[in-house]
Nanobody, 125 residues
Framework: QVQLVESGGGLVQAGGSLRLSCAASGRTFSYYAMGWFRQAPGKEREFVAHISRSGGSTYYADSVKGRFTISRDNAKNTVYLQMNSLKPEDTAVYYC??????????????????WGQGTQVTVSS
């Protein structure tokens, strides 16, 4: 089992940047494929980005491709989400999540077994 804690959210103007961090504790972090999701008020939780166990493969939602970068440091048990050129529509609670099984449906909420508590990102226009 792994525990996940996000940090780094806040209020930023459109066009600005934020870096989210997700610190993991518990089992060996490199066992887990990791993802970032977000949920805006009144909307379903949606996929943002995914990174493989080694960090060698990354995937993004079309809405953030070219603006966001997911990365991980297995020595520090941390996954990051660098968010640049932020837009008001990026406003949401951002969650990190992980799983240790061998599935590949990384864009779906159901694929992930472990979730953090979320961190609020607000982008003002």
């Amino acid at each position: 089992q792994v525990q996940l804690v996000e940090s780094g959210g806040g209020l930023v103007q459109a066009g600005g940047s934020l870096r989210l961090s997700c610190a993991a504790s518990g089992r060996t972090f490199s066992y887990y494929a990791m993802g970032w999701f977000r949920q805006a008020p009144g909307k379903e939780r949606e996929f943002v980005a995914h990174i493989s166990r080694s960090g060698g493969s990354t995937y993004y939602a079309d809405s953030v491709k070219g603006r966001f970068t997911i990365s991980r440091d297995n020595a520090k048990n941390t996954v990051y989400l660098q968010m640049n050129s932020l837009k008001p529509e990026d406003t949401a609670v951002y969650y990190c999540a992980g799983y240790s099984h061998g599935g590949n449906y990384y864009r779906t909420v159901q694929e992930y077994d472990y979730w953090g508590q979320g961190t609020q990102v607000t982008v003002s226009s």
